[in-house]
């Protein structure tokens, strides 16, 4: 079975299971990523990277993003909020999850206004060092989304970008 196939039927069990249990639709944190729900077309300047679709599961109570990359690659992650600490949490694993950065968990460190989000988190290394891995959304005046990873192998002194990609609606698939 696939990791898409095992994904999909763990969040249907999970949304048949909790049915009796009120939903997230109404909680304001569980809010704080819906600039990005919708299907997209992913451009890192003016080449395409890839597609990425993100939509609320589960009720409301979690955010799914199912990301293919332009070489065949393929990634997904579910966003979720741990309620005693009232923040958001990311798991994002790929079809390289063996390799560094092939699975990541990450944590909400920044809400700076509505429409922006930071997640950061670390990558195991194959030599047992960690490295800092930080993700920023921001929702774009034109109804875009900007979004930086970026990674720091000395404590968050300083940042390297390894992906900085605009989100642009599917219907308008050509990267500018």
């Known amino acids: 079975m696939t990791l ?20 997230c639709h109404d909680s304001a944190i569980h809010g704080w990523l819906d600039f990005w729900l919708g299907d997209w077309i992913v451009c890192e300047g003016r080449e395409r990277a890839g597609t990425d ?17 332009v070489d065949g690659s393929h990634g997904l992650s579910l966003f979720y909020v741990v309620l005693p600490d ?30 922006s989000v930071r997640f950061q988190g670390e990558i195991a290394l194959e030599d ?28 968050g002194e300083t940042w390297t970008a390894t992906f900085d990609a605009t989100y642009h609606r599917s219907a308008d698939a050509a990267c500018r």
Request: aromatic letters at 6%.
């Open 53 to 69: 679709r993100v939509t609320k599961v589960l009720d409301g109570c979690a955010v799914a993003e199912d990301w293919t990359g």
């Open 4 to 23: 898409r196939a095992r994904f999909a039927i763990c969040a249907l069990l999970a949304a048949s299971a909790g049915r009796a249990a009120a939903g």
């Open 86 to 115: 009232r923040t958001w949490r990311q798991v994002w694993i790929t079809d390289a999850a063996r390799r560094a950065g092939g699975w990541k968990e990450k944590r909400l460190v920044a809400h700076p206004a509505e429409g």
């Open 128 to 155: 047992d060092r960690r490295m800092l891995d930080r993700t920023t959304l921001r929702a774009l005046a034109d109804g875009s989304v900007a979004q930086r990873i970026e990674v720091s192998g000395d404590g």
